[in-house]
């Protein structure tokens, strides 16, 4: 015996928000996908018949009804932040490493090997200590092929 499915009570207010920004044209894919799940759940469609609408996991769009449930439109919409380590060097630093594998070799070499750069910069006191692996990974996000 297939159960009903529970709808999701939203208010007017935010049945507003979602008509407004599933038609405003310039939501993200996820932002968008998500006022879809919160539409189609108000309607009293299953986890499982969204899912297979939206091309997404059960588990996704219940979890984007529970936020809704528990936190509001605004939580439900919108991305938490993701976790993830911390940027060691700063916005300076990565461009004074940077300026550096720019500037002419040192003399006895024809161009900077990473672990030239590596030990320059700390020689320089650019920075208390890096790897030349550290360098490698600045100097591929400014797409510099000088080494």
Not at 3 to 29: F, H, M, P, V, Y
Not at 91 to 114: F, N, R, V
Request: glycine share 4%; proline share 2%; hydrophobic share 35%.
């Amino acid at each position: 015996m297939a159960r009903k499915a529970k709808k999701l009570n939203i208010t007017k207010k935010d049945q507003r928000k979602l008509k407004e920004l599933s038609q405003s044209g310039t939501l993200k894919a996820r932002k968008l996908n998500r006022c879809r799940i919160l539409s189609l759940k108000s309607q009293g469609k299953t986890l499982d018949e969204i899912a297979a609408m939206l091309k997404m996991s059960k588990v996704t769009v219940n979890e984007i009804c529970k936020r809704y449930e528990h936190e509001g439109l605004e939580a439900a919409l919108n991305e938490r932040p993701r976790s993830g380590k911390p940027s060691i060097f700063d916005g300076k630093q990565k461009a004074k490493i940077t300026a550096l594998a720019c500037s002419k070799a040192p003399e006895g070499h024809s161009q900077w090997s990473l672990r030239l750069l590596a030990d320059k910069a700390v020689e320089l006191e650019f920075v208390e200590s890096i790897s030349h692996t550290d360098v490698g990974r600045i100097l591929k996000k400014t797409k510099s092929n000088l080494t």
